[in-house]
Each structure stands twice: as structure tokens, then as C-alpha cells.
């Protein structure tokens, strides 16, 4: 920080950096053992608190963390950026992606651990898997090793994960001095860059992270209770529904809802739904769509309705979301839509939204909820968007792959899109496609059209 106060700095200091001075109030630093707890702690802070004049590391993205699901029979070393509460074993995080890539893949083959994705490895898969042919599996798919021998394996791999890397650490540097006495110097210096990450990612006096908690019931009723403060709502919101919205250009919509029951997740009554009625990018729509068929099947079930209802999005998404709720004729109940950007909420029959302190606990309970809504909406219509991409009348036209087929899909959003599309858009907006090709794709998908299916206007 003494940088920003330097003397000689004052007069040539950018505008910028003088505003960032002058409203400095107070400042205060925590101390960390090393770069890396640095650079995490910078990461986290900056997305919890989004500071003006950071503009790096704003995103939703975050460092990887290696994660092992030990239900799995033959369990398998994973990435991950986000800890679920799905009792599996988390390490990380850690900020040197690269590293950790090079580390977790040398130390899988050195243990010899599976790689491949099926959940329960057989004959099918072995047939079309390489790992075991170069001798980097111990192919529990052919009964090469049993679980038990299988999870010793995984033990030892826990074991290095929490900083027991001492036996491996030194087995390297015998292959480094090795390799070079065969002038192999290649071979030599990745054994040396291993060796170094692993001390530096996997070391003892570097098993620090940054452990991610489930909030407890009580954190969670404590945040329920500042929320009925907040709303002035008559009784506690022990039940908190969330719609979200997710759609390409108004190509395969869908819409989520999550229930968090005394402040954590029930995921027994998350819901999804296919939006049916809405063509093209209509949100509002969209929303008022999927709040209408959630209602009226409360209703009609005789179901109980939440405590409250809120919808990601301003004053839009919570009007249509109202609209819908009046149209199936439910009893009225707190409705709030939370907008992303400044985090403000609004409620109903009030001009200016309500803003919260970043760390209200009622803020975080809502914004947990928002993107827990978000996140089952996006993954909802990812495995739409693959599905679309694996099974497509676009296979049928010769001389389009699985990578172009991806990026026609990528680029329209469906087949019905990439119709109505002219060849010279075609051309156009997809990478690799000449005008030529482009002029026998778009004929080929007007000859061949399904049953029952009318030419767009």
C-alpha cells in the first residue's frame, strides 16, 4: 500500500488513482502465511464486495478445487470451482490452475486410479478406454483390482491431497537425477516442475484453505427472522420460492424454482419447467408462464403456498410474476424480485427499492437463494443444449461434424431457428461455413421438414 503515498507520486498519479486516495476512510490488513492465501483472500473479497475500482476477478468464476466422491464404487479424481453439500471430500481451493491440472493428472496415473466418466465402470467401456493399454489404469472394469485394493489407492491419494507428500516428493527427485544421467533433460526438468508444485500446492505448511460451510439452521433461522425485519412481514419466511429464467434468444426456455425451507436449500421441491406458450426472448412472458402452471397446480392439489415468492429480476420480472399469480386467482402473499446489479429488492405497491448492507444476513439468505435458482435454471438448460446438439436432423447432411453441428446450434439455437435464416447468414455467422455450403444446408433443411410443421411467417 506504501506505493500510493509516495511523494513523488502525488503529481503524476492518473485521476483515477487520486480519487481511489482521497476517498480512503480507514484501512486495515489480515495476514497470511503465503502468495497463494493471498491471492485467494484477494479473489473472495473482491466478489463478496465488488469494490469500484476492481474490475479483475468481478465474475462468477473461482479457483479450482479437486474433489472425490467416495460413494462411487471405484471413486474418481474430479475439478471442481464449486463446493455442493453432496458429502463428497473437497481440496482446494487452489489459485495456480496449471499447476494443479499437471500435479492431480501425474499423481492419478501414478496411483493408477480410473479416469474414465461412466459411474460403474464394465466391459462396454473398457472396450473403448486407452488408459489401461499404456499401463495409466488399474482397470477395475475387468476386475484388474478389487474395491478394496482399489480404495488403498484412494487413501493414498487423500493422504498426498492433505500434505503426506514426502515418499512421492523424494521418488521424484530420484527419476529428475535419473533422467538426467540418460541426458533425458526434457523428462528431467518436468520431474523437477512436478516436484516443485507439489510441494508448493500439496505441502503441509500449505494445507490452509478456504473451507466452504453449509449454513447451519440456526445461521439459517437467524437470517429468516432479520428477513420478516427487513419486509415487515406479519410471520417468518420459513418457506422462500425463487423463479429463474434461462433461454438463448428465446431458444430452449426454461425456467427453475428452488424451496429453501428455515434458510437452506429442500431440494425435494425444486421444480423445472419447459416453456411452452412463449416464442421468441420474452422474459417477462416466460416468467409469467412458468408462475402461473406452478400456482395453479398448488391449487388445484389443495398444496400449501410459501411464506414468499421472489423472482430474479426488477420491477419486470416481479410485475409479471404478480400478473400470473392474479390471473389462477391465488390468495394474496409477500412477492419480491432481487436485481442482480446493485442487489436491490423490490416489493410491491413501493416506488424505491430496498438496499442492504452487503453483509445483512437477510441479503445473504436472498442472494443464496437467487443463485441457487440460477444455477439449477443454467444446468437444467445446458443438458437441454447438449441433448439438442447430440440428436439433430443436422447429422443427416453430409459433411457436418459434431463440431460444426455445435457451433450452427451454438450460433441459432435450434434447427427451427437456423431455417428461417437466409445462406448468406448462415455464411456469415458461423465460423468455417462458405456460402456454397451454407446454400446446400439451408436446402437440404427445406426439403426435409417434419410432419405438421408450418413455414415461419
Not at 73 to 80: D, Q, S, V
Not at 406 to 423: C, Q, Y
Request: proline residues 5%; aromatic residues 6%.
Amino acid at each position: 500500500m506504501s506505493q500510493y503515498f509516495q511523494p513523488s507520486r502525488e503529481n503524476r498519479a492518473d485521476p483515477k488513482l487520486r480519487s481511489l486516495i482521497n476517498s480512503i476512510e480507514t484501512w486495515e490488513y489480515i495476514t497470511v502465511r503465503n502468495e497463494d492465501e493471498s491471492l485467494i483472500l484477494e479473489t473472495r473479497l473482491i466478489k463478496e464486495f465488488a469494490p469500484r475500482y476492481n474490475i479483475l476477478m468481478r465474475d462468477d468464476k473461482r479457483h479450482l478445487m479437486l474433489k472425490l466422491d467416495l460413494s462411487e464404487t471405484f471413486p474418481r479424481l474430479k475439478m471442481a470451482r464449486l463446493k455442493k453439500d453432496d458429502s463428497c471430500l473437497y481440496f482446494g481451493p487452489f489459485p495456480k490452475g496449471g499447476a494443479l491440472r499437471q500435479t492431480a493428472d501425474y499423481l492419478v496415473r501414478l496411483l493408477k486410479l480410473r479416469t474414465c466418466k461412466c459411474a460403474e465402470p464394465g466391459e462396454e467401456d473398457r472396450a473403448h478406454c486407452l488408459a489401461g493399454a499404456v499401463r495409466d489404469c488399474c482397470c477395475p472394469c475387468t476386475g484388474g483390482v478389487t474395491k478394496e485394493q482399489y480404495r488403498e489407492k484412494v487413501d493414498r491419494l487423500i493422504a498426498v491431497l492433505n500434505g503426506d507428500i514426502k515418499d512421492i516428493a523424494a521418488d521424484l527427485k530420484q527419476k529428475m537425477v535419473e533422467a538426467a544421467g540418460r541426458k533425458n533433460f526434457e523428462k528431467a526438468a518436468l520431474f523437477r516442475d512436478i516436484a516443485v508444485n507439489l510441494e508448493s500446492l500439496y505441502g503441509v505448511r500449505n494445507r490452509h484453505f478456504e473451507h466452504i460451510s453449509i449454513p447451519s439452521s440456526v445461521a439459517g433461522e437467524n437470517a429468516v427472522k432479520d428477513l420478516q425485519d427487513v419486509l415487515k412481514l406479519k410471520t417468518p419466511p420459513d418457506n422462500i420460492e425463487c423463479f429463474d429464467i434461462s433461454n438463448i434468444s428465446g431458444t430452449l426456455a426454461v425456467a427453475s424454482l428452488v424451496h429453501f425451507t428455515r434458510g437452506c436449500p429442500d431440494k425435494a421441491k425444486y421444480r423445472r419447467f419447459r416453456i411452452r406458450t412463449v416464442v421468441g426472448a420474452n422474459d417477462f412472458a416466460m416468467m409469467r408462464e412458468a408462475v402461473s402452471r406452478h400456482f395453479s397446480r398448488l391449487l388445484e392439489e389443495k398444496l400449501p403456498l410459501p411464506d414468499l415468492l421472489m423472482v430474479d429480476g426488477g420491477k419486470g420480472q416481479l410485475s409479471s410474476a404478480i400478473e400470473a399469480l392474479v390471473s389462477v386467482n391465488v390468495p394474496p402473499f409477500p412477492v419480491i424480485g432481487l436485481a442482480k446489479k446493485q442487489e436491490e429488492i423490490f416489493v410491491p405497491g413501493r416506488s424505491t427499492p430496498i438496499v442492504l448492507p452487503h453483509d445483512r444476513s437477510s441479503l445473504k439468505l436472498l442472494q443464496a437463494v437467487r443463485d441457487e435458482a440460477h444455477r439449477f435454471a443454467i444446468t437444467y438448460h445446458r443438458s437441454l443444449r447438449l441433448k439438442t446438439i447430440r440428436n439433430s436432423i443436422l447429422d443427416d447432411i453430409e459433411g457436418i461434424g459434431e463440431a460444426r453441428k455445435k457451433a450452427i446450434l451454438e450460433e441459432f439455437g435450434s434447427v427451427r431457428s437456423l431455417r428461417r435464416a437466409s445462406p448468406e447468414d448462415i455464411a456469415r455467422r458461423v465460423k468455417g461455413i462458405g456460402e456454397e455450403f451454407a446454400r446446400q444446408i439451408w436446402t437440404y433443411l427445406q426439403t426435409h421438414k417434419p410432419d405438421g410443421e408450418i413455414d415461419p411467417l
